[in-house]
Structures are given as structure tokens and as C-alpha cells.
């Protein structure tokens, strides 16, 4: 059974940091792509940032050179390290990663979320 478990969140004045983390616990046979999706009260989910296998990176334009984001393969973890916060990156962050459990299976799976506030 495979489970992301993240840790991280927590209240944060505007302009500070903080960094989000998630591991992938569980059999696997690859991890490719990871990343983070959030979503605030009242809006839609978006994505904030991925990362492949490889190393390469994308992130939303309202994140772009305050936010990035790493993995640590050996360890199956994901990173967020936020910067600059502000209260419009309050929301709930979910991990995702695109795992195979078996040679012949694919799929992506979800952490549990976690709570980040950016107050004014």
C-alpha cells in the first residue's frame, strides 16, 4: 500500500518560509514525476509546482522565483521550500507523485494535505 505522508505546514507571517515535505512510503517499483497542488476556500485547485525523474522543473506563474521545488530520490521525498509568502499562499498543499507499484502499473497518487497560512 502506498501512501505520500507530508509534513511542514503550519501559520507563517507574510514574507517568511516555510518548507513542505512528503515521502512516499510503501512498495514501488519507479517513482517518476512528483509535485504540489493547492487548493485555497472557495477556489479551484491548482498546481504549484513538479519535478521528473530527471530533475527538471515547472511552476505556476504565481510561484515563479519564490518558490522551489526538489526531490530526494534515495529517500522517495518531495520538497516545497515556499519564500516570501503571501496570504494568497494560504491554502491546503497536496503532494502528488506518478508511481508504479508494479512494472505494469501506473497511477498517481495523493498525500493527506496540509494546512498553510500566510497571515498579513
Known amino acids: 500500500q502506498v501512501q505520500l505522508v507530508e509534513s511542514g505546514g503550519g501559520l507563517v507571517q507574510a514574507g517568511g518560509s516555510l518548507r513542505l515535505s512528503c515521502a512516499a512510503s510503501?512498495?514501488?517499483?519507479?517513482?517518476?514525476?512528483m509535485g504540489w497542488y493547492r487548493q485555497a476556500p472557495g477556489k479551484q485547485r491548482e498546481s504549484v509546482a513538479g519535478?521528473?525523474?530527471?530533475?527538471?522543473?515547472n511552476y505556476a506563474d504565481s510561484v515563479k522565483g519564490r518558490f522551489t521545488i526538489s526531490r530526494d530520490n534515495a529517500n522517495r521525498t518531495v520538497y516545497l521550500q515556499m519564500n516570501s509568502l503571501k496570504p494568497e499562499d494560504t491554502a491546503v498543499y497536496y503532494c502528488?507523485?506518478?508511481?508504479?507499484?508494479?512494472?505494469?502499473?501506473?497511477?498517481?497518487?495523493w498525500g493527506q494535505g496540509t494546512q498553510v497560512t500566510v497571515s498579513s
Open positions: 519535478i521528473t525523474s530527471a530533475g527538471s522543473t
Open positions: 510503501g512498495s514501488a517499483f519507479s517513482i517518476n514525476a
Open positions: 502528488w507523485t506518478d508511481l508504479k507499484a508494479t512494472p505494469y502499473s501506473s497511477r498517481r497518487y
